[in-house]
């Protein structure tokens, strides 16, 4: 099947600790993109990354980096950096570029809850 | 400065009946918009888009309209149906990036 995979689907994480929530995709798309949700709230633009070995940074990427060595893959480091990381994350990818190549629909995952004990 | 607002937090209505479900922008550069539905602890689903050269699309029971000239987009559901309750999301597509809203809770009552 193809799809968007995310693990940990939950994660517990002590404050200043660094952890690194992973995205594969088999999808062949070529961009990819971290999001953030808090409850009642939107989704909000980490990262994102249009090809391999690129990317750029979102609306609130203060505390997080991310890496593209392979098409498939685009993980997200949450560090120490980070204030107020307790969250719902979610990795999506697209085709192309959103509104660059096509309507931009993006593909999620199903999420990773990071709590900060 | 949220550049795109869905208004309603909540939204009932009964099986058979509209849902409509409302969005507005303040980026007259957007060049597509979209709806996703999200069910809890999941990822959002594509929905529906509309380009913002176009004012209507339609797909089944969902159509979407877009008011450029009032910064306004709307997603009717006819009929509406109880396994279309969920959270929906519109989102703002420009330059590589989409912006979401903070998602509208629609509750389809039988």
């Known amino acids: 099947d193809g799809g968007i995979t995310q693990s940990p689907k939950y994660l517990f994480r002590k404050e200043g600790q660094n952890v690194t929530l992973s995205c594969e995709q088999n999808l062949n798309h070529d961009a990819m993109y971290w999001y953030r949700q808090d409850p009642g709230q939107g989704l909000r633009l980490i990262y994102y990354?249009?090809?391999?070995?690129?990317?750029q940074k979102g609306d609130i990427a203060e505390g997080y980096s991310v890496s593209r060595e392979k098409k498939e893959s685009f993980p997200l480091t949450v560090t120490s950096a980070q204030k107020n990381p307790t969250a719902f994350y979610l990795c999506?990818?697209?085709?192309?570029?959103?509104?660059?190549?096509?309507?931009?629909?993006?593909?999620f995952g199903e999420g990773s809850r990071l709590t900060v004990l | 400065d949220q550049q795109v607002k869905q208004n309603s937090p909540s939204l009932s209505v009964q099986e058979g009946r509209i849902s409509i479900l409302n969005c507005d922008y303040t980026?007259?550069?957007?060049?597509?918009f979209l709806w996703y539905k999200k069910y809890p602890a999941e990822g959002p689903t594509f929905l529906i888009s509309?380009?913002?050269?176009?004012d209507k699309n339609e797909d089944g029971r969902f159509t979407v309209f877009l008011n450029k000239s009032a910064k306004h987009l709307s997603l009717h559901i006819v009929p509406s149906q109880p396994g279309d309750s969920a959270v929906y999301f519109c989102a703002a597509v420009n330059a590589g990036k989409s912006t979401f809203g903070d998602g509208t809770t629609l509750t389809v009552k039988p």
């Open positions: 999506a990818s697209s085709i192309g570029l959103a509104g660059v190549s096509g309507t931009g629909e993006l593909f």
């Open positions: 980026n007259s550069m957007f060049d597509y």
């Open positions: 990354s249009q090809i391999v070995n690129d990317f």
């Open positions: 509309i380009s913002s050269i176009k």
